[in-house]
């Protein structure tokens, strides 16, 4: 079966800090994998995709993730964390085998001013 | 123009009562799916509409039961509330497996 694993449920990081959020995925075939983001009472906004190519790929507000094939991850980073980074964040992943997107539990991000 | 609206934001509602969820995306996307998210953030898909036909259908009591007029709206409609159905339910849409787009959330407090 198809799974996502956050093994980070709750980070705390002062601002300016360096942040690497962690993901890896089960499925064994192709993948399309996606970062998310949700603000404190909000939906869930896209940060960053990857489907195929350079597997470095680069979001909004900073972010980015790279695809490590062999791992089977997909790990988020922003070399410099801001206040309002504050929020929770959802790796997923679409296979087409299941037809569905599989979301990981989530990672709660705390930045201290 | 918001690209994937639900009605209401807010539900509250008794034990036992019957209440729909309305989802609507103008993004011509042929992927509409339910996500519930408890209140531990965790995000679980309940059912997934390809083209208007069911395609997936998780481990979702009887009670919930969606129905997809076409392929621009997704409604959810849950029979004889019960207090473990208290949740933030979030409509979704997609093209081809490509990014889901989120609606802003319907917060369903069962008292």
């Known amino acids: 079966a198809q799974s996502v694993s956050q093994h980070n449920h709750h980070v705390i990081l002062s601002e300016a800090a360096s942040l690497e959020l962690g993901c890896n995925y089960s499925?064994?075939?192709?993948?399309?994998l996606f970062w998310y983001v949700q603000y404190p009472g909000q939906h869930l906004q896209l940060l960053l995709k990857?489907?195929?190519?350079?597997?470095l790929v680069k979001g909004i507000k900073g972010f980015e993730a790279e695809f490590i094939k062999s791992k089977f991850s997909f790990n988020l980073r922003k070399p410099s964390v801001q206040w309002s980074d504050t929020a929770e964040y959802f790796c997923?992943?679409?296979?087409?085998?299941?037809?569905?997107?599989?979301f990981g539990t989530g990672t709660k991000l705390q930045v201290i001013p | 123009d918001t690209a994937v609206s639900q009605t209401p934001k807010y539900l509250v509602t008794q034990m036992g009562n019957d209440k729909s969820i309305k989802c609507e995306q103008n993004?011509?996307?042929?992927?509409m799916y339910w996500y519930k998210q408890d209140s531990k953030k965790f995000l679980k898909i309940m059912f997934s509409?390809?083209?208007?036909?069911?395609?997936i259908n998780e481990t979702v009591p009887n009670r919930f039961s969606p129905k997809s007029p076409d392929k621009a709206h997704l409604n959810l409609h849950i029979n004889s509330l019960e207090l473990g159905d208290s949740a933030v339910y979030f409509c979704?849409?997609?093209?081809?497996?490509?990014?889901?787009?989120f609606g802003q959330g319907t917060r369903l407090t069962v008292v």
């Open positions: 979704a849409s997609s093209y081809q497996g490509r990014e889901a787009f």
């Open positions: 499925y064994g075939g192709t993948v399309n």
């Open positions: 990857y489907f195929s190519g350079d597997p």
């Open positions: 997923a992943a679409f296979s087409g085998g299941y037809q569905k997107v599989t």
């Open positions: 993004l011509g996307h042929d992927t």
């Open positions: 509409y390809n083209n208007k036909e069911l395609i």
